[in-house]
């Protein structure tokens, strides 16, 4: 062989190993992807647009929502952990061979925004200044919300462990192992997280083309934490909404839960018709938003008369009582309110009612 057909050569093998690269995922497999079975349903909600649901036998905690589009995949939020979001990238691959080119976060939250270290430099990770700043500056490890979560994973396996041995029923000892394998899995995945902000942000509304789809990416106002986005399809008539608004009761460790109905009022004067929320199935009756901004005006108006009276936040917790909710929220099973909600208002209520 003459060097210059050895040089091309090597020329064409460099390229063909480029080529082969993945694009959007790191090549490297992360800790803590085993599992048994599919990991997520893909649930079609329009063409191209699916709502993506963990079955449970790897933690994902959050939902995503993909869209795929005519040469690329959009991602929006991307699961707890690394581990889930390569094994989302692996599934995807059932629907579509289009790459992932796009994620957005709905908020900074470890369960929407934990998978994005997989992503490739050259993804763009959409999301509002305030998510960056939270995922950047913000110390995600120490935030009480994640904390809780990842001190409470040693005590979950180690319960798990202890009712594998001791189960005698076969079939509830297989569901159990199942559960500690997830368990397992994703305390290793969290042992390799490196928080990762967006690299595009937005302060208000930005709008991705793609063919003849029109992706909204818009800010309503405070609600569920400073900088939520909801990922609006105009055509489609669907809008997905992190935990701005879920199928239940949403989480209130970092809202502004006295400006969260008027946001929620911002969202009903979009013409949409599904609504694919953050936690739980996807769904179209839209008097749950009425419910639920009920239900925050109810709690925020409840826990501010009891401060009012000088009750301490562990009591409150206990006496507030959102009981008349509970038709439409059924984890509602007496008075009491989550104490993280309740610190939450306080922490408001001292503030001034939330500037
Ligand atoms: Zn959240």
């Known amino acids: 062989m003459t060097r210059l057909a050895f040089a091309c050569a090597i020329g ?3 390229v063909a190993v480029a080529v082969l690269q993945p694009s959007a995922a790191q090549s490297r497999r992360p800790a803590g992807t085993e ?3 599919k990991a997520f349903r893909f649930n079609k909600v329009k063409e191209g647009i699916y709502h993506v649901v963990g079955t449970g036998t790897l933690t994902v905690v959050g939902n995503s929502s993909i869209i ?7 991602v929006v939020d991307d699961h707890v952990s690394p581990a889930a979001a390569w094994v989302l990238l692996d599934e995807i691959k059932s629907i579509t061979d289009k790459p992932v080119r796009t994620v957005i976060n709905t908020h900074f939250h470890f369960d929407h925004a934990h998978g994005n270290q997989i992503f490739g430099k050259n993804v763009d990770i959409i999301g509002h200044e305030f998510t960056r700043d939270m995922l950047l500056k913000g110390n995600p490890l120490q935030m009480p919300l994640y904390k809780n979560y990842l001190e409470g994973l040693p005590r979950q396996i180690e319960d798990l462990r202890k009712r594998v041995a001791t189960e005698a029923d076969s079939t509830r000892k297989a569901t159990l192992q199942a559960q500690l394998i997830s368990a397992e899995s994703n305390r290793a995945s969290q042992a390799e997280l490196t928080p990762t902000p967006p690299n595009v942000t937005l302060r208000t509304q930005m709008t991705l083309y793609r063919g003849d789809r029109e992706i909204q990416v818009r800010f309503l106002g405070r609600a569920h934490t400073a900088g939520d986005v909801v990922v609006y399809l105009p055509k489609e008539k669907v ?5 701005f608004l879920t199928a239940a009761l949403s989480n209130m460790s970092d809202a ?12 009903k004067k979009l013409d949409f ?3 694919l929320p953050g936690h739980g199935e996807a769904f179209t009756d839209k008097a749950k938003i009425d419910y639920f901004q009920a239900y925050l005006r109810d709690v925020w108006t409840e826990v501010s008369r009891l401060k009012q009276q000088g009750v301490s936040n562990e009591e409150a917790a206990k006496r507030a009582d959102l009981a008349r909710h509970k038709e439409h929220f059924p984890t509602i099973q007496g008075p009491g309110v989550p104490i993280i909600a309740v610190t939450r208002i306080y922490e408001l209520l001292d503030r001034g009612g939330g500037r």
Do not use: S
């Not at 809008?239 to 935990?243: C, F, I, K, R, S």
């Not at 502004?256 to 969202?267: G, M, S």
């Open 12 to 14: 064409v093998l460099l």
């Open 35 to 37: 599992h048994k079975g």
């Open 68 to 74: 795929v589009n005519d040469n690329d995949v959009i």
């Open 239 to 243: 809008v997905m909404t992190g935990d």
């Open 256 to 267: 502004f839960v006295n400006e969260w109905p008027a946001t929620l009022d911002e969202l």
């Open 273 to 275: 018709e599904t609504v």
